[in-house]
């Protein structure tokens, strides 16, 4: 028979997983074909930037967003592997370099995990900054890398528009994990039911 805490552990794990699946689902489908009108005059639209357009603004990156609510809230259920396995199979579905998205994800949410301990007694206004923060980090190192290796990126406007579209949805997203799924980060001191320390 297997143990609640194990139990649980292995449901959180599926339950991540299958968000993972359902949000890469969404993302592969072609949800919009052609861009709507924009409503200001044709001269003002035409002094706008491409990226500036808003039929064509990046929405954020709940993959990245989800990840790092789970791994700031309970990193014992997020696996080292699972988070690598995630981002690489992303890097394939999206056609970007494989592992070099991974490996910064990677190298972030482990950053993070360490920190969660020390960070439990912080209000919600510090994690969400902290994740912000990373996150950011996370894409200056992403455009710094493929700069390096001199492979063709995107210009910055759309990245930072997606950036902040990502670090704007986290306090709903960890909201809604929080009231629907009951993940919600653990108390200083706080013990499970079998007196183990979290």
């Keep these: 028979m297997v143990d609640p805490r194990t139990a649980r552990r292995w449901a959180f794990q599926s339950l991540f997983l299958g968000l993972v699946v359902l949000i890469l689902f969404f993302r592969l489908l072609p949800l919009s074909m052609v861009p709507d009108a924009w409503p200001l005059p044709a001269a003002m639209v035409a ?55 991974a ?9 993070l995990r360490k920190r969660e301990t020390a960070t439990r007694d912080l209000p919600f206004a510090w994690e969400w900054l902290m994740a912000s923060a990373v996150m950011a980090g996370m894409v200056l190192a992403y455009r710094f890398a493929q700069a390096l ?33 009951g993940l919600r980060r653990a108390a200083p001191g706080e013990i499970d039911a079998f007196g183990q320390r979290l």
């Design 103 to 111: 490996l910064i994800v990677l190298v972030g949410t482990e950053f």
């Design 47 to 101: 002094i706008l930037p491409d990226w500036l357009f808003p039929n064509d603004w990046p929405g954020p990156d709940l993959l990245l967003c989800l990840t790092v609510v789970w791994v700031l809230r309970r990193p014992d259920f997020m696996p080292v592997l699972a988070v690598a396995a995630v981002f690489l199979l992303d890097d394939f579905l999206t056609m970007r370099p494989p592992g070099l998205w």
């Design 149 to 181: 290796f001199m492979i063709p990126q995107v210009s910055f406007g759309p990245v930072l528009l997606q950036l902040l579209a990502t670090v704007a949805v986290y306090p709903v997203l960890a909201i809604a994990l929080q009231l629907a799924f």
